[in-house]
Structure formats: C-alpha cells, structure tokens
C-alpha cells in the first residue's frame, strides 16, 4: 500500500538519524557488532596503569569505537572520568598533538565541567604555555594537574610522520603507568599490527591492551541494516539484509550507506517496505553520487589511452580473489576470476603481470601493494574499501552480477 507524502518526508528523516554512512558513530545504540572491542577498551580505562591501541584496515570503524568507549566511560559526575579526544594529522609532531589534547580540557570545561576549574583554564580561556609540553614528563605533570581522572583518545595516530613522536608517546604511556598517572592514554589508528604504529611497543608491552579490529561478520552487517530500516520504522523483505551485508565486505560504511539509499529508494515509490530491486538502485545511486574519493582513486587505477585494455578486467578480478586474512592475494589468485570475467579461459599470469605492477606505481595510486620477495609477491589493497567498489563498479559496468559481486573472498576473520 501506497504511503502519504507526509509519511515519506517523516521516514526519510528517520533514515538519516539510523544510518550514519559519512561520519563516525558516537551513540553505542547505533553501533553494531563492536561490543567486544568496546569492552576490552573500557577494561583498560578502568584498570590501572593500563592504556590501549586501537587497530586495523581503514574503514572498519576504529574511530566509532574510541567514541563510543569515550561516551561510554565518561561520567558527568562532578568527580566522574573526563574524555578528552584529539586527531593527528600528517604535520603533527609530539607538541601540537598534545596541545591538542589540551585544547579539549577548555571544550571539557565549557560542556559538562570538572570537580573545579582546571589550572590550564583561567577566566574561560586556555594557559598553555608551549615549554610545558616539550616532553613525557612535562605533559605528565599537565594530566595530573587535571582535577578529574582522564581517558585520552589519540585517534588517527597513523598520519604522524614524525618518528620522534611516536617515540615520545610510547615513552609517554611508559611513564604514566610506572608513575601510576589516572589517566588513560588511547592511540587509535591503521595498521596490521601495533609495530606500525609505535616501534617502541614492546617496552610497554604490559601496560598496552592491543585492540585489533577485524571487518564484520555478514552477521554484523545485517544487523546494521535491519535495525536502520527497523529504526526508521520500514519494513523488508526477507533476503534484503543478506544481499546487503555480502557486497560490504565486512566494512560498516557500505551497509549504512547501502541500507539508506536501498530505504530512500522504497521510498521513492512511496513504500515503507524494501525490497530487492531497491538495493540494486541504492548501489547504482551510489555508484554515481558518493565515494567521490573512492572513485577518483578507480578511475585513476584504470586509466588508459588504450580502447582496448584490462585494467578494469585485472583490477576486479584483485578484488574478487581469494586473500588471506590480512586481505593478502597471489598472482595466482587473481587467474581464475579474471577467466571468469573475461570469459577467455587461455589467460594467465604474464598476461596481467605487467596490471599488478602498474598498479603498485605512484602514477596508479599506487592502488596495491606488495610485498614478499620475486616468485612469491603478495598484493593487497592500499585502501581495502576499494574491494566492495571495485566489485559493485563492475556490476556497473556489466563485467560481473550481483551474485558475483557477494563473492570476494578474504579469508576467516583472525
């Protein structure tokens, strides 16, 4: 049955408020499948002399999980723990990110207030005095200065280029749990392991709880959509959800921002129930009005003067290979997809290794990696949310199906 326009705007507008496709989550009711994480962060905030890394692939949802921990475990008590949450970029060195952090305890003050004025704040204005943060002990004396405990979100503590200050900074979580400092330091960033993000880990091995965030199950991703159209107040068919949850790959992005269009797309039949064919227009929707960077990046990749070319053929079938659990693949792997897609069953490796090793090039992004030695080369993705791009442009374009599109494959989650 036909819905009112009335009742369309009002969906709509319950939509935008379920799925959150474009920035992170702070709410812990919107974030699905990431108890377990959040749990093991609020473990270490609550225990002493213990801080913790937040890792994995880009597009997971780390920063989701900080924030949620951060709206978790600060209490609004007069005597309550204090968020502080902070990003880094490329040019921060180990001064600006913790001027930062400080930065926020003015923030802190204006909004929720602590047990009494901060030493930093007088008269409703930051006192930082730039030879206060120079080094560990300096911002130490700083933190515990601060009437109330604190939980210190770093996030994106990959972009820091400055090797001195990840130095600084593991030195700096090693001297607050040796001096017993109530304060929890929490760096969240991308990585495979925590050595990517701080060499000088293992000194303080004991007092770090490494937090390593995989892509989520088909499960998990489910859940997104269901409780965004159910949130929303719509209704679904049966395999909706399933059909959503296989193109995303195990990224949340996707299913918020697939979830959404597949219920604006029912709407725009003025029905308050999804159904296939509405997913179908949600990814063509998104394929032409969202992922800008991600399509520059596709299009950049596959560029050629050449009419006749496979490198939309070689990339796809990269994203439709088996890869292990670090989303790691062979030249070999990419063989049988590319047979598949092209229809042509003689191709193999010296006809695409040349793509693989363009693709590894500056002037192609470089939109994969390699590692390993010659022989025995592993590829991944730079950017691993290209993987579901990449497999729903080429349902775009013709080269796959949706089914075939649910099918890259990336190995049992660690």
Request: overall charge negative; aromatic content about 6%; some cysteine.
């Amino acid at each position: 049955m036909a819905i009112t326009d009335a009742e369309v705007s009002k969906i709509n507008a319950a939509l935008g408020r379920s799925f959150s496709p474009n920035a992170p989550i702070k709410l812990p009711d919107l974030l699905r499948g990431r108890m377990h994480e959040i749990r093991r962060t609020i473990e270490a905030v609550e225990t002493s002399s213990m801080h913790a890394v937040v890792f994995g692939d880009r597009g997971v949802g780390k920063t989701s999980i900080g924030l949620v921990t951060a709206a978790i475990a600060q209490d609004k008590s007069p005597n309550g723990r204090r968020a502080l949450i902070a990003s880094c970029s490329h040019d921060d060195d180990f001064f600006s990110i913790w001027k930062t952090v400080f930065e926020e305890v003015l923030i802190v003050q204006r909004s929720i207030g602590f047990a009494s004025t901060p030493v930093l704040v007088q008269e409703d204005r930051l006192q930082l005095d730039p030879d206060q943060i120079q080094s560990p002990n300096s911002v130490r004396l700083l933190v515990e200065s601060l009437p109330n405990p604190t939980m210190i979100i770093i996030d994106e503590f990959d972009r820091v280029a400055d090797e001195t200050a990840r130095a600084l900074m593991a030195e700096t979580i090693k001297l607050f749990a040796d001096r017993g400092t109530d304060t929890t330091i929490v760096l969240v960033g991308v990585a495979d392991d925590v050595s990517e993000l701080m060499e000088a880990h293992r000194s303080i091995g004991r007092n770090l709880a490494e937090i390593q965030v995989d892509p989520l199950s088909q499960h998990e991703l489910s859940e997104i959509v269901t409780a965004g159209l159910g949130g929303a107040g719509m209704e679904w068919a049966e395999q909706v959800p399933h059909d959503i949850a296989r193109l995303c790959h195990g990224y949340p992005s996707y299913a918020h921002l697939i979830g959404r269009s597949a219920g604006v797309a029912a709407l725009n039949g003025h029905r308050d129930k999804v159904e296939v064919e509405d997913v179908q227009s949600a990814i063509d929707d998104m394929l032409k009005n969202s992922l800008q960077s991600l399509r520059n990046d596709y299009e950049r990749a596959v560029a050629s003067p050449q009419p006749v070319n496979l490198y939309r053929e070689v990339l796809l079938a990269c994203a439709l290979a088996d890869k292990d659990p670090r989303g790691r693949f062979a030249a070999a792997d990419v063989r049988g997809p590319l047979r598949r897609i092209t229809h042509t069953i003689d191709y193999d490796i010296p006809h695409f290794q040349s793509h693989l090793a363009k693709f590894i090039d500056s002037s192609r992004g470089p939109i994969l990696r390699r590692s390993g030695e010659p022989r025995s080369y592993r590829y991944r993705f730079a950017d691993p949310r290209m993987i579901p791009y990449v497999t729903l442009q080429g349902t775009n374009e013709g080269l796959i199906t949706l089914r075939d599109a649910q099918t890259a494959h990336r190995g049992p989650r660690r």
